[in-house]
């Protein structure tokens, strides 16, 4: 088992997150709060406790049924995902439309940096050196965030057209600061190896997770975390969780063979900790949006 945590609340003001699951959904207006969970372990969490419903109307009642049937599943799911990418993903008259579903890209960006730049303060000794958007698409949170405050950005996408698009999107300048790697997030086995041989500084992964398993989320968490440098490295997560009239405790799956023809999975943050947990990670600072979590985690090693 592991610590689940109480939640001391701050208020700060900040740009509302966009959605990635069940997309098309209202973005909140700027001077939007987003809450700081001052993390204070106080009981266990069983994997037993993780349970949720999938679009069939399937219960899970515990997270080893939950990880069972994904397993049996993954590759039909996974290659249902990767149709719905090649085929224009979230479609929309934009490139950041495609990849997120609706307009709010610009806003979450701002989110984004505002969250960077806390840990950048939190943590001095941070270097911002080598950045990876992990799971990139065509570069959104490369352009919005991480070459504003990183000198190179690594970006790995597993889509082929995307990962081909994302030159022209981030345009001549930017992509000069880039390298371009067309892989799947849980089938790299050493990323400094397989980049230039350099550790990285910082590993962004957002709106990604949720189209893996969570035993192949494990095993990616923890092959990124093995990339990042020592001491200093941190690795930051961004995710949907359950909102509005959603209970916040149960996760909601999505199956190819419902509405929206994919597999993709809205995590509860118990259920996101435990993954953590097995990947050797712990969370130094998780923020809650409108939508989202976002964590920033490193390793406890």
Same mark, same amino acid.
């Given at each position: ?5 109480? @939640? @001391?609340?701050?208020? +700060?003001? %900040?740009?509302a ?5 069940k997309?098309?959904?209202q973005h909140?207006?700027a ?10 372990p106080t009981?266990? @969490? /069983? ?5 949720g ?5 399937t219960?899970?009642?515990? +997270? ?7 397993q049996?599943? !993954?590759e039909e ?13 979230y ?7 495609a990849?997120?579903?609706d307009?709010g890209? /610009? ?9 960077l730049d ?9 270097r911002c ?6 799971g %990139?698409?065509?570069?959104? *949170? ?10 190179? *950005?690594?970006? *790995? ?5 995307l990962? !081909? ?9 930017? %992509?000069a600061?880039?390298?371009f790697?067309c892989?799947r997030?849980?089938?790299?086995s050493d ?5 230039d041989g350099?550790f990285?500084? #910082?590993?962004w992964?957002?709106?990604t997770?949720?189209y893996?398993?969570d035993?192949?989320a494990?095993?990616?968490l923890?092959?990124?975390?093995q990339?990042?440098?020592? !001491?200093?490295?941190? #690795?930051?997560? !961004?995710?949907?969780r359950?909102?509005?009239g959603a ?5 909601q799956?999505e199956?190819?063979?419902? @509405?929206?023809?994919?597999?993709d999975?809205?995590r509860t943050? =118990?259920? +996101?900790?435990?993954l ?5 990670l ?8 409108y939508?989202?979590n976002?964590? =920033?985690i490193?390793s406890?090693?």
């Amino acid at each position: 088992s592991i610590s689940i945590y109480t @939640v @001391v609340v701050q208020q +700060h003001t %900040a740009m509302a997150a966009g959605k990635k699951n069940k997309k098309k959904q209202q973005h909140q207006t700027a001077n939007n709060a987003t809450t700081t969970l001052t993390l204070t372990p106080t009981c266990p @969490v /069983h994997p037993d406790s993780i349970q949720g419903t999938d679009d069939n109307g399937t219960f899970y009642a515990s +997270h080893d049924q939950l990880a069972a049937v994904q397993q049996e599943n !993954k590759e039909e799911w996974y290659r249902a995902n990767a149709a719905f990418w090649s085929q224009g993903g979230y479609g929309g008259n934009t490139d950041d439309e495609a990849m997120i579903g609706d307009a709010g890209g /610009h806003a979450d960006g701002q989110e984004g940096l505002a969250f960077l730049d806390k840990m950048i303060a939190r943590y001095p000794t941070m270097r911002c050196q080598r950045a990876m958007d992990a799971g %990139a698409g065509v570069g959104r *949170v490369t352009k919005l965030v991480l070459l504003k405050r990183y000198r190179t *950005v690594r970006l *790995v996408e597993a889509d082929r057209e995307l990962s !081909k698009r994302s030159r022209m999107y981030l345009g001549k300048k930017r %992509a000069a600061r880039c390298d371009f790697t067309c892989q799947r997030l849980e089938e790299i086995s050493d990323i400094v190896q397989q980049g230039d041989g350099c550790f990285v500084d #910082l590993i962004w992964l957002q709106w990604t997770l949720q189209y893996l398993t969570d035993l192949d989320a494990v095993r990616t968490l923890r092959t990124l975390a093995q990339g990042l440098s020592p !001491k200093t490295g941190m #690795l930051i997560v !961004k995710e949907n969780r359950p909102y509005g009239g959603a209970r916040s405790d149960r996760f909601q799956m999505e199956t190819p063979s419902g @509405v929206n023809g994919r597999y993709d999975i809205t995590r509860t943050d =118990a259920q +996101h900790r435990l993954l953590f947990h097995r990947a050797g990670l712990k969370v130094d600072l998780a923020e809650q949006g409108y939508e989202t979590n976002t964590y =920033a985690i490193s390793s406890y090693y």
